[in-house]
Nanobody, 120 residues
Framework: QVQLVESGGGSVQPGGSLRLSCAASESIFSTSIMAWYRQAPGKQRELVAATTSAGSTNYADSVKARFTISRDNAKNTVYLQMNSLKPEDTAVYYC??????????????WGQGTQVTVSS
């Protein structure tokens, strides 16, 4: 059973920092594109940042230079370091693992989500 377990959400004042973690099943982590998405109330879920198994990264324009995605292959964990947080970063953040299985079948798994609230 593939599982993505997130942690690290919470409440912070504008300008503060948080680090999200997502631990994945060993069976998929090494070959998956790992990503963080977020969904604010009344809005569609959007991609925040992604990293490939080779370490390439991609960011939404709204978080560039503030957020950093990284992965620790030894721990099967992906992180999202969020600095200079703004109220508009308030959302539920979801971890995602996507890729292709042994027989070429596409897969995508989601974590349960973790709330991030930025407010003074």
């Amino acid at each position: 059973q593939v599982q993505l377990v997130e942690s690290g959400g919470g409440s912070v004042q504008p300008g503060g920092s948080l680090r999200l973690s997502c631990a994945a099943s060993e069976s998929i982590f090494s070959t998956s594109i790992m990503a963080w998405y977020r969904q604010a109330p009344g809005k569609q879920r959007e991609l925040v940042a992604a990293t490939t198994s080779a370490g390439s990264t991609n960011y939404a324009d709204s978080v560039k230079a503030r957020f950093t995605i990284s992965r620790d292959n030894a721990k099967n964990t992906v992180y999202l370091q969020m600095n200079s947080l703004k109220p508009e970063d308030t959302a539920v953040y979801y971890c995602n693992a996507a890729g292709f299985g042994r027989y070429g079948q596409a897969y995508a798994y989601w974590g349960q989500g973790t709330q991030v609230t930025v407010s003074s």
